[in-house]
C-alpha cells in the first residue's frame, strides 16, 4: 500500500487530453515538491517534472504538473501513441522522525 | 553528462545477503549537495525507494527495510554500495540507483537498472 494514492489506470484516445492524480497527506505533498516519472516499458524511470510543474529539458510542453494542497496532478495534452507507459508520483515524507522519500502506486496509461 | 549503472548478482539464495553496486560518472560524491539513492521494483509493480546516501555520508532507509540495509560509498571509486541482508523471494525486483542532490526534490538520471532474483 503506497503512502501516495494514484489511480492504478487511465486511458484516451490520441490527441485527446489526459490527468493523473496524486494523493497524499500533509505529512508528504502538502509540504514539500512533487515530482513525476515515466516508465516506458522495459525501461528504467525518467524524470518527467519536478517542483510540481517545472519541466527538465527536453520535455515537451505536453506534459505539465501541478499541486494543490495535499493533491498533484501531471496533465498530458495531444497523446500519443509513445506516451503509453507506468507514471509514478513521488516526494519526501515527514511523517516519522527522519524524512524519507515516497512513490505513488503508478498509473498505467493507455493511448487507444 | 551524468551516467549511473547497477551490477551485482542475478541469482541469490533465501537467507543471503545481496550487495550491489551503483558505479557512476559524471559528478563526484566528494562535491557538497550530490546524493545518490536506490530504488528497486517487483516485476510488475510499482516503484520503491530503498536508500539514499549524501556526500556528507548522511544516509537515509526506508523506515521498513532499514533494519535490512546498509549503504556506503567509495568516492574514490566513484561507487555507491547497497547491501540487503536476509533476502526473500519478495525481494525479487529490478534495483535501480539514481542521482539526487540535497536541495532537489527528484531522481535524475536513473541507472538501466538490474534484475535480482531470490530463489533457492
Known amino acids: 500500500q503506497s503512502v501516495l494514492t494514484q489511480p492504478p489506470s487511465v486511458s484516451a484516445a490520441p490527441g485527446q487530453k489526459v490527468t493523473i492524480s496524486c494523493s497524499g497527506s500533509s505529512s508528504n505533498i502538502g509540504n514539500n515538491y512533487v515530482s513525476w516519472y515515466q516508465q516506458l516499458p522495459g525501461t528504467a524511470p525518467k524524470l518527467l517534472i519536478y517542483d510540481n510543474n517545472k519541466r527538465p529539458s527536453g520535455i515537451p510542453d505536453r506534459f505539465s504538473g501541478s499541486k494543490s494542497g495535499t493533491s498533484a496532478t501531471l496533465g498530458i495534452t495531444g497523446l500519443q501513441t509513445g506516451d503509453e507507459a507506468d507514471y509514478y508520483c513521488?516526494?519526501?515524507?515527514?511523517?516519522?522522525?527522519?524524512?524519507?522519500?515516497?512513490f505513488g502506486g503508478g498509473t498505467k496509461l493507455t493511448v487507444l | 553528462q551524468i551516467t549511473l549503472k547497477e551490477s551485482g548478482p542475478t541469482l541469490v539464495k533465501p537467507t543471503q545477503t545481496l550487495t550491489l553496486t551503483c558505479t557512476f560518472s559524471g559528478f563526484s560524491l566528494s562535491t557538497s549537495g550530490v546524493g545518490v539513492g536506490w530504488i528497486r521494483q517487483p516485476p510488475g509493480k510499482a516503484l520503491e525507494w530503498l536508500a539514499l546516501?549524501?556526500?556528507?555520508?548522511?544516509?537515509r532507509y526506508s523506515p521498513s527495510l532499514k533494519s535490512r540495509l546498509t549503504i556506503t560509498k567509495d568516492t574514490s571509486k566513484n561507487q555507491v554500495v547497497l547491501t540487503m541482508t536476509n533476502m526473500d523471494p519478495v525481494d525479487t525486483a529490478t534495483y535501480y540507483c539514481a542521482h539526487s542532490t540535497v536541495t532537489t526534490n527528484w531522481f535524475d538520471p536513473w541507472g538501466q537498472g538490474t534484475l535480482v532474483t531470490v530463489s533457492s
Open positions: 546516501i549524501y556526500w556528507n555520508d548522511d544516509k
Open positions: 513521488g516526494t519526501w515524507d515527514s511523517s516519522l522522525s527522519v524524512p524519507s522519500w515516497v
